[in-house]
Every structure is written in structure tokens, then in C-alpha cells.
């Protein structure tokens, strides 16, 4: 079985996360594929997908977006699982803030892919990469400074889609743990 683990990044944050999934899902004995969406051209050879999206004004980026247009059919055919990467208001920012995007496209993104679960996680704020029409509406929306991802969630998070994947393998009757 091999997962394509991918995700559009604007700044880098929302790739790290998709690395460390993919770093995961490998500890728990799973062939793991980590690539950018526009260095994917085909979903077929993948059995499971983890599709993931740096979260702006509320959207995810174009790049997912697209990712999800021309692969929807096959996504519908595969176990898949959805996150975005980007809250970074509040106190502090936490994973699954419902502020952080928009339920409409949540409830689209899980349609048009049948995914299993879209998850959020807190995201990472370093003013000095942003442009000036990016800092503008985080300051407007009180961001907050900091790299906010909890990768202890990450990983568990992983770990579950480990599960899941070991639950409806065929002939297999136990998963490897990452201690094994």
C-alpha cells in the first residue's frame, strides 16, 4: 500500500506538517509518498490520499483547490483525508478552529472527495515572510506571532489514519506499532 501525502504551502508550514505526516504514517510500516500538488499527475497508483492546504481568508489555496478539480473522481475512489494548516488568531491559536475556514468550502471539499475527515491545525505566523497585502489582513484579524502547530496532534492525527488504513487492509489482522 503506498499514501500520497500532499499539500499546497505558501510559506513553508503547511509542507512541514504534510512531512511529518508522511514521517508518521512511515513509522507505522506504511509506504509513504511526500510530493507538492503540481508534482502529482496521477492519484491512481496511490490506494489512500492525504490532501492538505495552507488556509487564507478562509480558502484554501488555489493549487489545492485545483488538485482537488482534476482529481476528484479518483479521490472518490481511495480513502482520503483532508487538513488545513493556517488558524492564528485567538489565545492562543488553536487546531480546529471553526473560524478558520469557511464551513461552505469544508462541506465542499468533503463532497466532491468523499474524504473522511477534513482536520485544522493551528498554523505558524512569521511576519517577516509576508508581503504587505498578506500582513494587512493578519493584522486586521489580530494574528498572532509564533509557530502555533501542535505536532503532537499531527501526529496523532496520523496515527490515526494509520489505524484506519491497517482496520480496512485486507489480511491483515494486526498493524506494526512504531515500536516494533
Known sequence: MTVLVTAASKHGATEEIAERIGAELTRWGIEVEVRKPADVEDVRPY?????????????????????VAVHADELTERRTWLFG??????????????????????????TQTHAREHKVFAGK?????????????????????????????IDDWAASIAHDLAATRSGISRMRSPSE
Not at 489512500?48 to 485545483?66: D, H, Q
Not at 494548516?85 to 465542499?108: H, K, M, Q, W, Y
Open 47 to 67: 490506494e489512500a490520499v492525504v490532501l492538505g492546504s495552507a488556509i487564507f481568508y478562509g480558502k484554501w489555496m488555489k493549487e489545492a483547490l485545483r488538485f
Open 85 to 110: 494548516s493556517g488558524s492564528i488568531t485567538g489565545d492562543p491559536p488553536v487546531d480546529d478552529d471553526p473560524r478558520a475556514i469557511r464551513p461552505s468550502l469544508t462541506e465542499t471539499l468533503l
Open 125 to 153: 505566523l512569521d511576519s517577516s515572510t509576508l508581503s504587505l497585502a498578506e500582513l494587512m489582513p493578519v493584522r486586521m484579524a489580530r494574528g498572532r506571532e509564533g509557530d502555533w502547530r501542535d505536532w503532537q496532534a
